[in-house]
């Protein structure tokens, strides 16, 4: 492990790249590509076979770099790539992205010795080094972006950090998030992780404060940072929420012969725990990984556990009840004085029991009057909107008050719809507002139970 | 002997798994509970030492070379007098000699039978990623069909070792089940947390099982003790 901080990968003022090529297709076109239209700080192509590449002087070897660049990114052929480092570190720079593959994934002596000789180098000249074989960082504030898959639409500035152990999946997930407009602050995925690993980079967006949420990727951690992986999401949890998705879940079995317990110890069940000790949240499907980081993006920590649903449609209502209560929430019932007070703003045929059933005849101002009153009760841990659009009264003023209301509430305020074109319409606008909104009841509920967990370990190291 | 000397003799000895005595041993001196044993190597010795371990008495060959005791006729369960106890120890030498006849013979450890009641699994074992780790289980089909056990990363604190109890499915039988008194889960927690310090305090040990550990109202009691060490550490 090297000792050099690893902020200048993401905050270079100039940055070098290896490789850099007028070429169609080639990455390093893209990588250049990238930096030109969104980086602000000085770039140096470096190829010994142009004067000029992309409109900017390129340098035939490292060595003649006006400076020591902040940050040097290598798109070369493996064999190429130690002496490039070398020179990278004669040179004096300190943070490097190699993109290049051909080294111990491959699996052949030659990859590996190759690997070993960057480890080599990479500690005589103290160089902080993220990959091999790995598509790098994509920045959206520094304008940092080694994202060579032109395809891939970017994704809007925001507030999701990601750390990615594949760099195909970060791709896809970056696309998909530009499709479902979530922002994101920065991305990473190591590929080898020779040296910059999970517990640096999380230590980095942990102390970053354009990430509100990390999501993490993992398939395995290196030997022996497992405590320290530990010890430091357990602090940065403290401050953001750490969701991760956990690949790779079945045992292993080389073990089981020696004991019991190592029979039982495959890998998974001890990443769980660790997971757990950590205060990380796991999601344990891509839905439901997504749903997560949303609801942690826009709604408050849950204090406690009541959950008091508002419904214009009966059989949604107790649907979502059976699935909150599956996953360990109250759903209780409504206090005298609650009651008394919606048997007098609302028609007799409404239904006060919580799930409070506003019927398929209400209309916004119901559901308005409703969520007035349980907004302001102490008793009321979160609240969750099943408005179905489908019915005539509703004409959608409920959601502007939703989202003034969520404004000044300090509780979670989510929302389940289903249905068509009118259905995706209300998630849009609900979403505008702030509020998380499920299409299923059983996604509203994990997700909304992974809010309660965190909050719980919040709650628990405030007092601590 | 400390637990260092223990590990080390094995190590000398190019062994990579502590005899029942010593894994004994190992564990008492960390705090865990464990019956009162002893090893004898005659009848007579048996026969003199029985009245003050108390009865019954469960004899176990002791050797680096047998695994499966009960198939070579090295165990006896529930002896209740002296001379049971001297006779059984003839038995064990004879049918060792029998039917193991170039298993190294240690000796026959002997210590009084503990009680019936609710057995579960403490284990731990060293992770390549995470060090030592800890794992709660209920004894018998939960572990080895349900896989219902919990884990933790070492250290642990008490807090930890008892939501490790909680955590898992079955965890309601230990609150008390068709009239049976709840276990001392207090007890059990504090046999992970020692655990939890063994492994830590001991890199050599590459796992630990006490299988079963047996639950009582008030207390708990590690019966089967076993320890693995790493290979490779000489």
Redesign the interface.
Known sequence: MNSEKITKFFQPESVAIIGATPKEEKVGKAILENFISKFKGRIYPVNPQYDEVLGLKCYKSIKDLPEPPDLAVIAIPAPLVPSALKELGEKGCKSVVIISGGFRETGTPEGIRLENELVKISKEYDIRVIGPNCIGIFDNWSGVDTFFTAKMRKPPRGHVGFISQSGAFATALMDWMAYHGIGVSRAISYGNKIDVDDVDLLEFLGADDKTKVILMYIE????????LF?ETAGKVACRKPVVVYKAGKTTRGG?AA?????A??GDY??Y???FK?AGIIEAESFDEMMDIVRIFLDQPLMKGNRVFIVTDAGGVGVMLTDALTSEGFDVPVTPRDLREKLRNILPPHCIVENPIDLTGDTDDERYIRVLELLAKRDDVDAIAVVALPQIPGLKGTFIDYLGDLKRECDKPLVALTIGSEVSMKTAEKLREKGITVFESPERLAKALKALRNYSLYVIKHMVD | MTPREIIENALNENRNKLLEHEAFEVAKYYGIPTPTAVLVRTPEEAYDLADKIGYPIVLKIVSPDITHKSDVGGVKLGLKSKEEVSEGVKEILKNVQNRAPDAKIVGVIMYKMAPPGLEV?V???R?????S?V?F?LGGIF?EVL?D?????SPVSME?ALEMISEIKSSKILSGFRGQPPADKEAIADIIVKTSKLLMENQEI????L?PVIVYPQGALAVDV?I?LKRGNK
């Open positions: 395995g951690l290196r030997e022996g940072r497992g405590k530990i073990r020696s004991s019991h317990t190592a039982m110890a069940s001890v769980r725990a660790a000790q | 699994i284990g731990g074992v992770d390549d990623v995470f060090g780790v794992m289980g572990v896989r056990v919990s884990f933790r990363v930890d590459e796992s630990i099982d299988n076993r693995i």
